[in-house]
């Protein structure tokens, strides 16, 4: 019985509160205001005077002008996890830095082979490729160009690309 009524009280708070529930609750206290934190910052009367305006609103008046707000500047609902920041003014430069650190796996592509070193290359792939045989690695060699290995760390691509390289393989790491 105890577990009954504590979880419809909580279900209560889940919830979306209507106009009326806002209307009761804001009716009784406005905004609690926050005090800064030892910062003074200056601003015009007129920014002032609105500061005072909008932190006397009660709840209802608070959504009613996020409404207002909405339709009048053409603003759309943003979901919270699409928050994206915006790019820095800095320049192309960071971008490129950030985009040359970011990656971090790496996508192996046999292009092509030397037919005369296709035997060894078909050895080579069964034996870095776990769970194939002779017939699959045969299959996969001959249907070049594809991708031998993807998503792996740069180390592990480049070892991979010596490897085929050396058996007469052209290797390609993107």
Known sequence: ML????????????????KKTLRMYSAAQPLTIPQPDGSSVSSSPKLEKLYTEITSLTMVEVSEFTELLKVRLNLKDI?????VSAPAAGGQEE??????????????????F???QKVALIKEVKNLMDGMNLVQAKKFVESAPTVIKSDIGKDEAEKLKEAFTKVGAECVID
């Open 3 to 18: 577990l009954n009524t504590s979880i419809r009280m909580f279900g209560r708070h889940l919830r979306p509160l209507s």
């Open 95 to 112: 971008e490129e830095e950030v985009a040359a650190t970011v990656k971090t796996s790496f996508t192996v592509k046999l292009m092509k």
């Open 114 to 116: 030397d037919e005369k």
């Open 79 to 83: 979901p919270m996890g699409a928050m």
